[in-house]
Nanobody, 126 residues
Framework: QVQLVESGGGLVQAGGSLRLSCAAS????????MGWFRQAAGKEREFVAA????????YYADSVKGRFTISRGNAKNPVYLQMNSLKPEDTAVYYC???????????????????WGQGTQVTVSS
């Protein structure tokens, strides 16, 4: 059974930083593409960042490019999201997600991801 658990969220002032982690179990995550998405109150879940299985390819939403960095970790924490220069509009619940096939490409599409965590709240105050 695949389980993903996000952590690292919290309350931070504008301009601050947070690092999100995704603890995972149930798959050899080193061979799976992963992504981060977020959902603000009253809005649809949106793409934030993605990384392919090898870590060589990354994609970012235009709104976070240059401020956020997705990276691969170890087997227990296979993906991180470093968030710098946070803005109030970054406030949302952040979710990590993993594709269900090995050696996948990075993807901006929610439908390419088969497993999702429960999310971690990030709140940025102005």
């Amino acid at each position: 059974q695949v389980q993903l658990v996000e952590s690292g969220g919290g309350l931070v002032q504008a301009g601050g930083s947070l690092r999100l982690s995704c603890a995972a179990s149930g798959l050899p995550f080193s061979t799976y593409a992963m992504g981060w998405f977020r959902q603000a109150a009253g809005k649809e879940r949106e793409f934030v960042a993605a990384i392919n299985w090898s870590g060589e390819t990354t994609y970012y939403a235009d709104s976070v490019k240059g401020r956020f960095t997705i990276s691969r970790g170890n087997a227990k924490n296979p993906v991180y999201l470093q968030m710098n220069s946070l803005k109030p509009e970054d406030t949302a619940v952040y979710y990590c997600a993993i594709q269900g096939k090995r050696f996948g490409s990075a993807s901006r599409s929610r439908t390419d991801y088969d497993y999702w965590g429960q999310g971690t709240q990030v709140t940025v105050s102005s």
